[in-house]
């Protein structure tokens, strides 16, 4: 394997935020500037996490059996498959990333799991992905699945990009399937503060961040049920409906839920 260790990767600046050690000095020093720019990421992070587990522990309580993970990130404590699969034996777990450092973390740590598969994709190719025999063999989308797509589609600036991924993502589930996201929003920071993040992203391994906002995230989503209060920061995401509000002015990281 090789790697850059000049380049933050952001799979390990994201471990930094959490407070994980599965990070170099040069990720360290990017996710420190993006520390001073937004003061509260770890927190977000921390919270974004904590989403994923109350997601993942819903939709496997409601009887779906097979996640998709796509763009999964370094293993770290309360992972999709250990979450789903202590709320249900047998799940069906797909972890997706195109990063080696991830892939090869990942393989080590579930090479005894036979419900739980790490591949290489990429979800820039998302036709191509979710064609992919090895993913193919292992989720059935003629069945209810959840597809998770948690921080990973703010990494692409292409708004018409984004679109194709989610548009792939929703022809593909069944209906009873759903799909995962969560997404970076910059509220209403100045235009210079703005800039300054999306620089450190710019010279990080993803090559950019995107900031969208709730009415943005809606459009991808329009037709699909909204489970729970619909697209609210994470931190606010519950199973249970109802109206929640917030402060758009905010920098936030937005979670929705979303079912066909």
């Known amino acids: 394997?090789?790697?850059?260790?000049?380049?933050?990767?952001?799979?390990?600046?994201?471990?930094?935020?959490l407070g994980g050690k599965d990070n170099y000095a040069v990720d360290r020093a990017a996710a420190e500037q993006f520390i001073a720019i937004v003061p509260g990421i770890r927190q977000m992070a921390q919270a974004n996490r904590a989403f994923l587990v109350r997601a993942v522990e819903s939709l496997a309580r409601s009887g779906v059996g097979q996640f998709l993970d796509i763009g999964s990130g370094l293993p770290t404590r309360q992972n999709v498959h250990e979450v789903a699969q202590r709320v249900a034996p047998g799940t069906r777990v797909v972890y997706v990333d195109n990063d080696e450092v991830v892939l090869t973390h990942g393989r080590a740590m579930l090479e005894n799991n036979p419900d739980t598969h790490v591949v290489h994709g990429d979800m820039r190719r998302p036709e191509e992905l979710l064609s992919d025999p090895e993913i193919t063999a292992l989720i059935d989308f003629g069945r209810p699945a959840a597809v998770m797509l948690v921080s990973m589609?703010?990494?692409?600036?292409?708004?018409?990009?984004?679109?194709?991924?989610?548009?792939?993502?929703?022809?593909?589930?069944a209906p009873g399937g759903y799909l995962v996201i969560s997404h970076a929003y910059a509220g209403a920071v100045d235009a210079a503060t703005e800039a300054a993040g999306k620089g450190v992203y710019r010279a990080s391994s993803a090559g950019g961040i995107a900031s969208r906002d709730p009415a943005r995230l809606a459009e991808l989503l329009d037709g699909m049920e909204l489970a729970g209060p619909g697209i609210v920061p994470v931190q606010l995401w519950s199973e249970a409906p109802g109206e929640v509000l917030f402060d758009l002015a905010q920098p936030a990281i937005l979670g929705v839920v979303a079912r066909r």
């Open 1 to 17: 394997m090789t790697e850059d260790a000049g380049t933050p990767n952001v799979a390990r600046m994201y471990d930094y935020y």
């Open 153 to 173: 589609l703010h990494f692409i600036e292409d708004d018409d990009l984004v679109a194709a991924i989610v548009k792939n993502v929703r022809e593909r589930l």
